[in-house]
């Protein structure tokens, strides 16, 4: 299978190109900085697999949750190309991209096992999500969900789904906000939604017939907004002051 992944709904921008068993890789800085890079990591990517645009089967982006800026980057980048080609595109929880990531690095050879999914999601939150690996595929137990880091608890754990792992980019950023409980809850593995993630939960997501036209490729972000307005930071100060 011929795919294209993007990601760079985090602070890393990541490309990949697999044709076959053969995979092109290429990481830079992501956020707001990937519409610089983006394009042309993926057309020297294409190039280095000697794969024209209209050969793919499908392109993959991360759909979120994640960094708005990136998000759209991403989608908008994969629509244009996809549209022109005529290639189908495969919106991709960027949360099960993290569960696969640290799936690969942390239990490459469990047969079974569960991942809490956690991104920093910027304003003092994180994105989560609790997602179960068996007989080769995955499936999510607990959607996306937007959460301060002091209220993230231990999801229900069936011991039958296997050992459970924590995941993503947060141990270091909120290191003294994570309660301890969940920490003990099983092994932190640093971890993103990487392209190569992406290209190999692709096949099973594409088989499932998950993927769209390139005109209905959207963005998930979770997050409704990203500033308040005047009169809730009135009221927040407000508030504090009261308190204080």
């Known amino acids: 299978m011929n795919l294209l992944a993007i990601d760079s709904g985090t602070e890393h921008l990541s490309i990949a190109v697999g044709r076959g068993a053969a995979v092109w890789q290429y990481a830079g800085p992501g956020g707001a900085r990937a519409s610089t890079e983006l394009i042309a990591g993926v057309l020297d990517l294409l190039a280095q697999a000697e794969l024209p645009i209209a ?18 980057t991403a989608c ?6 996809a549209f022109g080609a005529q290639v189908p595109v495969l919106p991709m ?60 608890a231990l999801p229900a754990v069936d011991a039958s789904l296997g050992p459970l792992l924590l995941a993503g980019n947060v141990f270091a950023v909120y290191a003294d906000r994570l309660p ?27 088989a499932q017939g998950l ?12 997050r409704d907004k990203v500033a308040k307005t005047t009169a809730e930071r009135v009221a927040e100060k407000a508030a504090a002051a009261a308190l204080a």
């Open 55 to 72: 050969a793919l089967d499908a392109m993959v982006f991360g759909a979120g949750p994640g960094s708005f800026t990136g998000l759209r």
């Open 93 to 152: 929880d960027s949360l099960l991209a993290v569960a696969e990531d640290a799936r690969l690095s942390a239990a490459p050879d469990a047969p079974d096992v569960q991942v809490l999914a956690l991104l920093d999601a910027r304003m003092d939150e994180v994105y989560a999500a609790h997602c179960a690996y068996a007989k080769g595929q995955w499936r999510v137990l607990q959607p996306s969900q937007l959460v301060r880091p002091e209220a993230l």
């Open 211 to 222: 993927a769209v036209d390139a005109a209905q490729a959207m963005p998930s972000y979770i």
């Open 76 to 81: 908008s980048v994969v629509q244009g190309l």
């Open 180 to 206: 301890a409980a969940l920490l003990q809850g099983g092994p932190a593995v640093p971890a993103l939604p990487t392209a190569a993630a992406m290209l190999r939960l692709a096949p099973a997501l594409l």
